[in-house]
């Protein structure tokens, strides 16, 4: 990993530590800094503000993870590690589910889902089931929406949900829905 990267997830690392101790809005981007040794004009070389350093640890923490899996083309297993990697960072993601308004963290959810979804709809060049019937863009929302509420509720439940079952959850949905869709 160059420098250039290793500073910027250093400085994202560090909000995400610091979102574990304090509320997120009392976070400053000086105790950010401060935690990674660095000054600040070097922070604001790299994010516009902690909103900005929250949506690239959600990018990725999700999206970055995936991204080997959408390239072959392997959905169940993008799934997986996605969801693995909200498992292994689980009180963050509740953390940040606090955050809510303009620049809610649930947004930044649903951003890196939507890139997940799309990058591979995109790599699959007509071999998802009745593509033809849907723009890109409505199947790609539509996706993005239900897999992004389903790790609110898996981030947010208080019961103990085991990643295999919100993996065979999400499988049997969409296998479930691409049946129907095949019977149209």
């Known amino acids: 990993m160059n420098s250039k990267n290793n500073t910027k997830d250093l400085l994202a690392d560090s909000l995400r530590d610091l979102m574990l101790k304090k509320p997120f809005e009392k976070i400053t981007i000086k105790q950010i800094c401060d935690a990674t040794g660095v000054i600040r004009i070097v922070f604001y070389n790299y994010f516009s503000d902690k909103y900005a350093a929250l949506e690239y640890i959600v990018y990725r923490d999700l999206y970055e993870t995936a991204y080997p899996y959408i390239q072959s083309r392997d959905r ?109």
């Open 76 to 184: 169940h297993e993008a799934f997986r590690v996605v969801i693995f990697a909200i498992q292994k960072n689980i009180e963050f993601y509740r953390v940040g589910y606090q955050i809510v308004g303009q620049n809610s963290f649930e947004e930044a959810i649903y951003k890196a889902v939507h890139q997940i979804i799309h990058d591979f709809v995109s790599h699959m060049d007509g071999e998802i089931p009745m593509m033809d019937k849907f723009s890109t863009d409505t199947f790609t929302k539509f996706h993005a929406i239900v897999i992004s509420a389903g790790i609110k509720e898996y981030v947010k439940t208080n019961k103990e949900v085991e990643p295999n079952y919100l993996i065979e959850l999400y499988e049997w949905l969409i296998s479930s829905s691409e049946k129907v869709l095949e019977r149209k």
